[in-house]
């Protein structure tokens, strides 16, 4: 069975591949590692003998535990954490996860202040965000969607929905009860997007983020860029 998913994931990428060149993209989708058991025990290579990391399947808040895939090797996964420092990688063992591909990608300008979405390198929505303060900001990097969490008030401060990322506040410990985990999510203030208004988050209006939350699978790769 682990070779027929290794086999079934090479195909879909060769595929997904052949058909952004058709298209006249050269983008291809990301590959993303899904838990298949309780845990996953990460290793700081593929020669550790002993894991330094073991994850829990599902996450504290109850969302499935997806990896974004930064390197394959045989047998093996390199992926981005959910974990401080922000960027952490860890190697886990193609027979704990269960792989598949994302085309989609969300790209944050901070200095924009825009946030992009593209389907393999089309893009599908561009609209205005407002982003970490100068003294709280919003940390660069590569991450993924670790998590969907639809809000109790969708007329809230965050909106009808937050994506919480594999980001955290590189300032703020911890942030309303959780560990200063950054999010996208939406806002009751949409006359502050397009400045320096959050702890770190980044928001967008209501509506993108109900499409979004209707579109992204979790573990498609955030980018966030100066």
């Not at 591949?17 to 058991?37: D, I, L, Q």
């Not at 942030?175 to 999010?183: D, N």
């Amino acid at each position: 069975m682990r070779v027929l998913a290794i086999i079934a994931a090479a195909v879909l990428v060769t595929a997904a591949a052949a058909s952004a060149r058709t298209s006249g993209s050269a983008v291809k989708p990301s590959v993303v590692a899904g838990a298949k058991y309780a845990t996953v025990a990460v290793y700081r290579s593929p020669a550790a003998r002993r894991p330094f990391l073991t994850l829990r399947n599902p996450n504290p808040d109850g969302a499935h535990l997806v990896f974004l895939v930064k390197r394959r090797a045989s047998g093996w996964e390199q992926v981005y954490l959910p974990t401080r420092p922000n960027g952490a990688t860890g190697w886990v063992k193609d027979r704990a996860v269960d792989l598949s591909l994302d085309p989609y990608r969300i790209t944050v300008s901070l200095g924009a202040h825009m946030l992009t979405v593209t389907n393999l390198g089309k893009v599908i929505l561009r609209t205005r965000a407002g982003v970490g303060r100068s003294v709280l900001p919003t940390p660069k990097g590569t991450y993924f969607v670790a998590e969907l969490l639809k809000q109790p008030n969708p007329s809230g401060p965050y909106g009808p929905y937050a994506f919480g990322l594999s980001a955290h506040s590189n300032v703020l410990q911890s942030f309303g009860g959780g560990p200063g985990q950054i999010g996208i999510h939406g806002t009751n203030e949409p006359a502050a997007l397009g400045t320096d208004v959050s702890h770190g988050c980044v928001r967008i209006a209501n509506a993108a983020i109900t499409r979004l939350a209707r579109l992204l699978p979790l573990g498609t790769p955030v980018v966030i860029r100066p």
